[in-house]
């Protein structure tokens, strides 16, 4: 391994090849958004859209799947639980994969914006996961008969919960916040093993859950009649998840330069108390 | 190399190794998963007496029979439990789920009796992944398509279809 101070005649020669080079290069665009200052200035502009996008599509998804979809033949009514309960599911699982990118962003290329965005994620996707559990439960009570079985698929999707839990509260156990966001990535990367069994437990054991309905396009196991508001209500969550993820991870970026601006002003009042302090 | 490409390397070669780790236990594990076992399984390999386990399939058309209840006032069931090769007699005293009918899925919870007869302490139904709207299923009923005490749905392209222009092959 190279030091990075020592002079061999081999970094002598990269030097003078490339003697106008100060910075690191940051030519990808992944790394334009690395700036929080920028990622301010951006967000700031996309937030209302989104949030307005958010409201609309959510607004029109559920009023087609509580009042104007069908019913199903078998489960009655309870099937409308379907179009909060899949849609929580999806972006939980979604979701996770957004944290596994980010702690790769955040391992690798130690991006700070990667590592507030992971933090401001996980108790969001907590809350979405905990929202599919209660769903489900709430459904399967009077199709199945019971609030809980802990079959292959149900199993995976409680630890899905936990580990959301568990990256929520690791990145929050430390004093040091950059060793706190080292900790969470490395367990969100631990569990991305949880995704496909979650995805396939249905496939690989036999469970009590049944499998998916939407596995081919132009066939799919539901009706279109319950599969077009399922689609837009899975478009309103997802950009309302999408919304909150990023207005909180603004406010974290702004709670972040508030504490460095006082910690600055804290330093200067200091200052020259304690150069009179020392004569 | 860079510290950032090291950093790359160590961490696919965690991910790899975690990965195989991973995909060896479930190997492993893939006949202890599962959530229960089926009329045929039993057939084969009769589990020791005594021994609590879930017995899952359909319910066989026309082997519901319900018979009074019990001094406790619980309704008692009589079915049979079937994968289309073997079929297993069940009985329970209890109230069945709603979605439970002649042709559903279910898993039930329980020990064998000696004379073959699965005991079951708990009736669970299964939903399976077919979502139609009622008259959806009244129409494939008219039509012969389908007698839902029989099993699950035909395939869905013979009554679904995403396009507007063509409508399903269904024989409404």
């Given at each position: 391994m190279l030091q990075s101070g020592a002079a061999t005649p081999y970094t002598k020669a990269v030097e003078s090849a490339h003697p106008s080079s100060p910075l690191p290069r940051t030519?990808?665009?992944?790394?334009?958004?690395?700036n929080p200052g920028r990622f301010l200035r951006l967000t700031e502009s996309w937030l209302p859209w989104l949030t307005g996008a958010a409201l609309l599509v959510l607004g029109a998804g559920a009023a087609w799947a509580l009042w104007f979809a069908p019913p199903d033949w078998q489960q009655g009514e309870t099937v409308r639980i379907m179009y909060v309960h899949v849609p929580m599911a999806w972006l939980a699982m979604g979701g996770y994969a957004g944290l596994a990118v980010l702690s790769v962003m955040s391992l690798i290329w130690r991006h700070p914006l990667a590592d507030l965005a992971a933090r401001e994620l996980s108790p969001i996707g907590a809350a979405v996961t905990a929202l599919c559990l209660v769903t489900g439960s709430l459904w399967g009570?009077?199709?199945?008969?019971?609030?809980?079985?802990?079959d292959a698929r149900l199993t995976s999707v409680l630890v899905l919960f936990f580990l959301w839990l568990g990256h929520a509260a690791l990145v929050r156990a430390f004093d040091d916040p950059e060793r706190g966001a080292r900790m969470g990535a490395i367990l969100a990367l631990i569990g991305v093993i949880n995704l496909p069994i979650v995805k396939f437990s249905v496939d690989w054991w036999n469970t009590l859950h049944q499998p998916a309905s939407i596995t081919r396009l132009n066939s799919p196991g539901m009706h279109v009649d319950m599969l077009y508001p399922l689609l837009v209500c899975t478009l309103g969550f997802t950009l309302a998840f999408m919304a909150v993820v990023l207005a909180a991870t603004r406010a974290a970026v702004m709670e972040r330069r508030v504490r460095a601006l006082q910690m600055a002003a804290a330093r200067r009042a200091d200052a020259p108390q304690m150069q009179s302090a020392e004569p | 190399m860079t510290r950032r490409r090291r950093r790359l390397y160590i961490l696919l070669l965690c991910a790899i190794g975690l990965g195989s780790a991973t995909a060896l236990t479930l190997t492993a594990f893939q006949d202890n998963l599962v959530f229960f076992r089926s009329p045929s399984d039993i057939a084969r390999e009769m589990p020791p007496p005594g021994r609590a386990f879930r017995l899952g399939g359909l319910v066989e058309a026309g082997s519901v029979e319900r018979q009074g209840t019990t001094a406790e006032g619980r309704p008692t069931i009589r079915f049979r439990v079937t994968d289309g090769v073997s079929a297993v007699s069940v009985v329970f005293a209890g109230v069945v789920p709603d979605l439970f009918r002649e042709g559903q899925g279910v898993v039930t919870l329980g020990v064998m009796s000696p004379d073959g007869v699965f005991r079951a302490r708990e009736v669970l139904a299964r939903h399976d992944e077919t979502y139609m709207p009622p008259e959806v299923a009244d129409a494939l009923k008219r039509s012969g398509h389908w007698n839902p005490s029989q099993g699950a749905a035909p395939p869905a392209a013979t009554w679904n279809t995403l396009e507007p222009g063509r409508p399903a092959r269904s024989g409404t």
């Open positions: 030519g990808s665009t992944l790394h334009r958004f690395a009570r009077p199709m199945w008969g019971t609030w809980w079985v802990w | -």
